[in-house]
Structure formats: structure tokens, C-alpha cells
């Protein structure tokens, strides 16, 4: 189970890369699908990202978006889109911004409750293209894993054009480094693309995540593994996001050194 991507774009833009979605069967199609958005500041990007993800061929894929108060009307565009796409998209406005991985917690708490048999994480800038969902989807169904991973640094992964290159040593010395921290069998350890069985995230007990910010996807992997979760890597292109700002700062930096240390520490307590 394969897909092709192919370049879109004119010559005044970068190369963004655009994966032709597999077909899937139908059974597997159909499966009760939600996708977790987080969103800060993502008014360019949100309407883009919801409209790829319906025009997919799955059709009880649902979307729910948590916005942390964004102060660009990130929120309000997702109401709208909730009444366009009645529903299929659903909003948790959060009051403050409270970080990346306390936004995921809630999204994928409200999908469980919801009845969700699969949860996907996504990035809300579209530098997760879409139309890997499916055959990430397909991989789930195709095997006893946990989780499936887009990974960037798996052979057949990518990078976009527009990361330079000190991001992409720092990308690449950071899961160096978590990968010799934590021991985990695991090549891209800081993905956020990714698609979760809902049995699987039950086993990592939610409302327990310490992470705040990007070292929540660490965090979840590492409880994946600790709990005998399999987890499966599938080759991706990232892209560089479309529109807006980074969120990425020095605290979460700090955060992103110091974590994995932490939860070596408080696994070992565990146990």
C-alpha cells in the first residue's frame, strides 16, 4: 500500500508536495475516524485543512478542532466550518493558551467519549499532508499496531526544500538525543502526524500526560512502548507550514531537553 506524491505549485511558490490518497476498502473506509486538531493562530491555514480532510474518501472521518483562544478569530472560523460541515466538525474553545499537549488530551478525550474507533494527530498548518490519512488508516488495519507514525526519517521519509540546514540538524540531533535517552525503537520520535487504534490510547491514561508542549509526542510514544503498544513507522513528507508563525519558543526548548529525562525517571518509578 503505496501513494505517489506529486509537486503542486507555480513559480513563484515552493515545491509543495501532494500524496495521491490510496483507496481503501470500504469496510475499512468507513471506520469511525476523528482527527485532532490543536489550533493557535490558525486562521490562514484551519479552512484549508478542513476542506482536504472532507474531501476524502472516508466517510465517517470527523474533526475536532481545540482552539486556545486564539486571538486571530481562529475559533470563530471553527464554529463556521462546524455549521458548514454539521456534524463532522466539532470545537473546544479552551480560555487560555495552555500548550500543545494539554490541547491533545481534550481533543482526544472528546473523540474516545464520542465513540471514535481511531484518532489521528495533526498539525494545523497543513505541513501534514492529507492524503496520507488513508493509507495510514489502511496500515492500521493491516496490522495488530498500536499506533502508525508519519515519520520523516524512516527511508522513503522527507523533509520540505524550505528547511534549512541548522533545522534540519536540530531536528535530527533531537531525536538523536531523545532516542539515546529513552532507549525507544522509535526513528522519528517527535512526529505529530499520527493514527492511533482507540484501545491503544486507553492504555497511556490520558488525563496523566505531564507534557505541556511538543514533548507531549515523546511523551505519548514512550508510554506506547512502555505499555507494549506496536508501533509502526510509514514514510511521509513533511512540509514546511503554509501560512502563520511558528509556536516554537525557548521554553519549549527547555521543556524538549529536559522531558525525556523526566520520563525516564518516572517510568522507572512506575514500575
Do not use: C
Not at 70 to 82: H, Q, R, V
Not at 139 to 148: D, E, F, P, W
Not at 241 to 268: M, N
Amino acid at each position: 500500500m503505496s501513494s505517489q506524491p506529486t509537486p503542486q505549485h507555480s513559480p513563484s511558490e515552493p515545491v509543495r508536495v501532494t500524496p495521491e490518497p490510496v483507496a481503501l476498502p470500504g469496510a475499512w473506509a468507513g471506520s469511525r475516524l476523528t482527527v485532532v486538531v490543536p489550533t493557535y493562530d490558525e486562521a490562514d491555514n484551519l479552512p484549508a485543512l478542513v476542506g482536504q480532510l472532507m474531501a476524502l474518501d472516508l466517510p465517517r472521518l470527523r474533526v475536532v478542532v481545540v482552539d486556545d483562544n486564539s486571538p486571530d478569530g481562529t475559533g470563530e472560523i471553527a464554529e463556521k466550518l462546524s455549521v458548514e460541515h454539521a456534524g463532522r466538525v466539532g470545537v473546544i474553545h479552551r480560555t487560555s493558551k495552555d500548550g500543545l499537549g494539554r490541547a491533545y488530551v481534550a481533543g482526544m478525550t472528546r473523540a474516545l467519549e464520542e465513540g471514535a474507533e481511531y484518532v489521528a494527530q495533526m498539525d494545523a498548518d497543513l505541513s501534514h499532508p492529507v492524503g496520507y490519512l488513508p493509507q495510514l488508516l489502511g496500515t492500521l488495519h493491516s496490522t495488530n499496531a498500536g499506533v502508525v507514525i508519519g515519520s520523516r526519517y524512516v527511508p522513503g521519509g522527507s523533509l520540505s526544500e524550505q528547511w534549512g540546514r541548522s533545522r534540519r540538524i536540530l531536528s535530527g540531533w533531537a531525536n538523536a538525543y531523545v532516542k539515546t535517552v529513552l532507549s525507544m525503537p522509535v526513528r522519528d520520535v517527535t512526529a505529530g502526524f499520527k493514527l492511533w487504534r482507540a484501545s491503544a490510547l486507553r492504555t497511556l491514561d490520558l488525563p496523566s500526560i505531564e507534557s505541556t508542549g511538543y514533548t507531549f509526542q515523546v511523551e505519548m510514544h514512550y508510554r506506547a512502548y512502555r505499555r507494549g503498544q506496536k508501533m509502526v513507522e510509514i514514510p511521509i513528507h513533511f512540509e514546511d507550514r503554509a501560512a502563520g508563525q511558528s509556536k516554537l519558543d525557548g521554553a519549549v526548548a527547555l521543556e524538549a531537553a529536559l522531558r525525556p529525562l523526566l520520563l525516564r525517571r518516572s517510568e522507572r518509578a512506575r514500575r
